[in-house]
């Protein structure tokens, strides 16, 4: 199939891009940077999603759009709350309009568990707003549409806004982590192949006219986590547990009672929780260390 993603770039685009492309399908990307891991076979598209010429341009021809463009941070959302409108809301009605004047088979939108809530700050309500848009382009226009609601995401490419990024950055860093939250916060973390290789599935057409959950399966609290980089490091680290009410981050979960209904998907095989932190520390551990000479497994200054 001809597979354009909006946000092709960034962190989980890019994961998706790879697996649309090993799958056999034609990908072009549009974001407002060049993707640094733009394949052979790939096309990229350089602009800006509120570009209505560019979001025609890059949906005419196609079959599946993916929408993985805009502010997906939740404490640059709050600082930017009319950013995150222009980027999220109105970038994403940008492209279902192209969508619909282009006669997409199927518009797939990277959405947040924290729809469900009352947490998440502006990013939840830019992801609501959105939602209920898609859903109304369906019922008006029959534009069919799959929602996918991703759970916390890490794993290669991610940047340190990410938060096990940013953990285990600060432990290497500076033997110390800041959390804005409770020991007791539970979350289940998703490698970003995981999360990539299940989005997959929902080509399939079971998946059309769907709100899915692309979560992982082993919840863990934070303070087990923290625990579970000490042991990793083999040292103490010092968790200065901060107390945000703006944060807008959920505690134990992000539901409260709301009339939608998510399928969850996890993929039979997983990346381990654990092996996936040790390739996250092995990253920053040389990105830390750049510019040193390694001897005996030790990076040594000049």
């Known amino acids: 199939m001809n597979i354009t993603v909006f946000g092709g770039s960034g962190f989980l685009g890019s994961h998706i891009c790879d697996k649309l492309s090993g799958a056999g399908h034609c990908v072009t990307i549009v974001d407002r940077r060049p993707s640094p891991w733009l394949r052979a076979d790939q096309k990229m598209i350089v602009g800006d999603i509120l570009d209505e010429k560019i979001a025609d341009e890059a949906t005419r021809g196609v079959d599946v759009v993916f929408n993985y463009a805009g502010i997906a941070d939740i404490g640059e959302a709050n600082a930017r709350p009319l950013d995150t409108?222009?980027?999220?809301?109105?970038?994403?009605?940008?492209?279902?309009?192209?969508?619909?004047?282009?006669?997409?088979?199927?518009?797939v939108f990277a959405s947040s568990l924290y729809v469900y809530?009352?947490?998440?700050?502006?990013?939840?309500?830019s992801k609501q707003a959105c939602e209920i848009y898609i859903e109304n382009y369906h019922a008006t226009y029959n534009l069919p549409y799959t929602i996918l609601r991703y759970g916390s995401l890490?794993?290669?490419?991610?940047?340190?806004?990410n938060a096990i990024q940013r953990f285990v950055y600060e432990a290497l860093s500076k033997g110390e982590i800041t959390y804005y939250g409770s020991p007791e916060a539970l979350r289940e973390y998703v490698h970003v192949d995981d999360a990539s290789e299940a989005t997959l599935k929902i080509l399939e057409p079971e998946f059309a006219n769907q709100n899915i959950i692309i979560s992982g399966n082993q919840p863990m609290r934070v303070g087990d986590l923290f625990r579970m980089l000490e042991e990793m490091l083999g040292t103490k680290l010092k968790i200065n547990y901060e107390?945000?009410?703006?944060?807008?981050?959920?505690?134990?979960?992000?539901y409260s009672f709301m009339p939608k209904i998510g399928r969850k998907l996890v993929p039979p095989l997983t990346v381990d929780l654990g092996q996936g932190i040790l390739r996250?520390?092995?990253?920053?551990?040389?990105?830390?260390?750049?510019?040193?000479?390694?001897?005996?497994?030790?990076?040594?200054?000049?």
């Open 85 to 107: 409108a222009r980027a999220n809301v109105m970038g994403n009605l940008t492209v279902l309009e192209a969508c619909r004047k282009n006669d997409i088979k199927r518009y």
């Open 280 to 302: 996250v520390m092995e990253e920053e551990h040389k990105a830390i260390n750049t510019g040193k000479d390694e001897e005996g497994g030790r990076y040594l200054a000049e």
């Open 243 to 254: 107390h945000d009410p703006a944060s807008g981050h959920y505690q134990i979960t992000p």
């Open 117 to 125: 809530g009352k947490s998440g700050g502006f990013y939840r309500c």
């Open 154 to 161: 890490y794993g290669p490419r991610a940047d340190r806004r």
